[in-house]
C-alpha cells in the first residue's frame, strides 16, 4: 500500500509542476499581450497577480506530494507521508484522497522514528 500511495503522490506532484511551468508560460504570454494592447488598465483586478498565486498553490503543493511519495516509497517519515497526500489532494482531489486513505491503512508499515535513534540506557 505505501508504494500505491507514493506513486499517487509522486503522479500528482509531477502533474502539479506540469501546470505550473503551463501557468508560468501563460503569464509571461498574456502578460506581454496584455501591455502591448493596454488592456491590463480596464481590468477591475490583477489577472495575471492571481495567475501567479494559483501557480505558486501548484507548486508548493506538489513540492510536499513529491516529498511525501518519496517517503513513502522508502517507507520513512510517516508523517511526510500524510502530509504529502493531503498536499496532493488540493489540486488533484482523487489522486489525494486515494493516497491519504492508503496511507493511513498503511501506517504499521512505516519505520518509527524513535527507534532509529535508539539510547543505551
Known amino acids: 500500500m ?15 509542476l506540469a501546470v505550473v511551468l503551463f501557468l ?4 509571461v ?3 506581454d499581450v496584455m501591455d502591448f494592447a493596454g488592456v ?5 483586478f490583477n489577472f495575471l497577480g492571481v495567475l501567479w498565486a ?3 498553490l501548484f507548486f508548493v503543493c506538489g ?18 507521508v500524510v502530509i504529502g497526500s493531503v498536499a496532493a489532494s488540493f ?8 493516497a491519504a486513505a492508503l496511507t493511513a491503512l498503511a501506517r504499521d508499515e512505516f519505520t ?3 527507534s532509529e535513534s535508539g539510547t543505551n540506557s
Open 2 to 16: 505505501p508504494e500505491v500511495a507514493g506513486v499517487l503522490d509522486i503522479t500528482s506532484g509531477l502533474i502539479s
Open 24 to 27: 508560468t508560460a501563460v503569464n
Open 29 to 31: 504570454s498574456i502578460g
Open 40 to 44: 491590463s488598465q480596464w481590468l477591475p
Open 54 to 56: 494559483v501557480a505558486v
Open 63 to 80: 513540492g510536499v506530494a513529491l516529498a511525501g511519495g518519496i517517503a513513502a516509497l522508502r517507507r520513512k517519515t510517516w508523517g511526510l
Open 91 to 98: 489540486p488533484w482531489c482523487l489522486l489525494g484522497i486515494t
Open 112 to 114: 518509527p522514528i524513535a
